[in-house]
């Protein structure tokens, strides 16, 4: 079993930056693909980045990229998030995720959710 608690978020505002953190405990995460969503009010969740188990491969989704970096340290056993030029769309609130059953961009393969964090953007 893998437990998964998500830090980093807050309210910042438009343009500036926040870096998300994702630390896991109970296995490794080294083994895994790992992936970001996120859901704001009223909406679906999305996918926002994924990478693969050596993070030698990333995703992002259109809305984010050039924006976001998403970097794992396999070591520390934990996945990381920089948001930069943040807009107000980008307020949600964030997940981590990991082991998907397949395709990275679908969350409903993930094995593993942590609880999320709150991002707020203001304007």
């Known amino acids: 079993q893998v437990q998964l608690v998500e830090s980093g978020g807050g309210l910042v505002q438009v343009g500036g930056s926040l870096r998300l953190a994702c630390a896991a405990s109970?296995?490794?995460?080294?083994?895994?693909?790992m992936g970001w969503f996120r859901q704001a009010p009223g909406k679906e969740r999305e996918f926002v980045a994924a990478?693969?188990?050596?993070?030698?491969?990333?995703w992002y989704a259109d809305s984010v990229k050039g924006r976001f970096t998403i970097s794992r340290d396999n070591a520390l056993n934990t996945l990381y998030l920089q948001m930069d030029s943040l807009k107000p769309e980008d307020t949600a609130v964030y997940y981590c995720?990991?082991?998907?059953?397949?395709?990275?961009?679908?969350?409903?393969?993930?094995?593993?959710w942590g609880q999320g964090t709150q991002v707020t953007v203001s304007a």
């Open positions: 109970g296995r490794t995460l080294s083994s895994y693909g």
């Open positions: 995720a990991a082991n998907p059953r397949g395709s990275l961009y679908n969350s409903d393969l993930y094995n593993y």
């Open positions: 990478i693969i188990s050596n993070g030698a491969n990333v």
